[in-house]
């Protein structure tokens, strides 16, 4: 009997024949958001689970599906699926790095330029018919080119954005995170690394590029902002909760920061209100890895993923590669 999968988001049809023609696969064709007590009662003897950032796998679920041994998500983040409790009950997680890094570094660049130069701003003024005049003063932002590149964060997608502004727009660039970067990959992404006060207090532009953990909750709020420069952006790309958004909905109304770019936020799909009325913001639906191509790549890789993770062989890309070794006597 083939394995039973379940696809528990709307995806590719390409994908989902590819899935058909190893598993006996649920699809969820009308692309419903299951609440986990449907999302638990369509797991029931399925083997494998192909799932999006939007789905909480959390421990109580894995006990309420005994036979499930592979979730894999089409997403590099991971702070949906609680990979202990996967590992501890033998469950292979995979994700998808790679091969959204650059599509996801050019979408930080874009938002973080759309930011310092108030585009969605002066377009809602055109929109609304308020524009009769040209003036020197309008719409007047701050600078990219030049100005000093913060990052919060140093992973492939950090690199692949310090890159784009060290070499394409001669910014200088700093950086902090968890761990400093052996000085071959500082070298090559022409970045150099600061304490925390020192990447707040000197970035022009702060673009967050970290994975969200519950030490990175918050890690932007009052205080923060507070000493960042009045001049400054902060642009977030890298997942809700890490930055409080109520206290930087503040922060933008009373100029503590010029102005902001959020992709993400703090119970996403909802978008605290106060964020709604700042003016100096830029806001996108989580679509930072969205070009066509890169989200067929993270299907497709998430796919592979699901079909190694079943079939006994090793999953491209395993988040916990230590269950491997028990996977196949499951
Ligand atoms: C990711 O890949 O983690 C993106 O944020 C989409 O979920």
Known sequence: MRPKVLVARRVFDSVISRLGSHFEVESNPADAVWSPAELTARLQGKQGVFVTGSARIDAALLDACPALKAVCSMSVGYNHIDVAACTARGVLVTNTPDVLTETTADFGFALMMATARRISESEHYLRRGEWKNWAYDQFTGGDVHGATLGLLGMGRIGRAIAKRGALGFGMPVI??????????????????????????????????????????????????????????????????????????????????????????????????????????????????????????????????????????????????PQVLAGLSSR
Do not use: C
Not at 188 to 202: D, N, P, T
Not at 204 to 217: F, K, M, N, R, W
């Open 175 to 320: 950086y902090h995170n968890r761990s400093r970067l052996d000085p071959a990959l500082e070298a090559e992404s022409g970045a150099r690394y600061v304490s925390k006060a020192e990447l707040l207090a000197q970035s022009d532009h702060l673009l967050l590029v970290l994975p969200y953990s519950p030490e990175a909750h918050h890690a932007i709020g009052a205080a923060e902002l507070a000493l960042m420069k009045r001049t400054a952006t902060l642009t977030n790309i890298a997942r809700g909760g890490i930055v409080d958004d109520a206290a930087l909905a503040e922060a933008l109304r009373t100029h503590v920061i010029a102005a902001a770019g959020l992709d993400v936020f703090e119970g996403e799909p909802t978008v605290h209100p106060a964020l709604l009325k700042v003016p100096n913001i830029v806001l996108t639906p989580h679509i930072a890895s969205a070009s066509v191509s890169t989200r067929l790549a993270m299907a497709d890789l998430a796919a592979d993923n699901l079909i190694a993770a079943l079939t006994g062989t090793a999953p491209p890309t395993a988040v916990n």
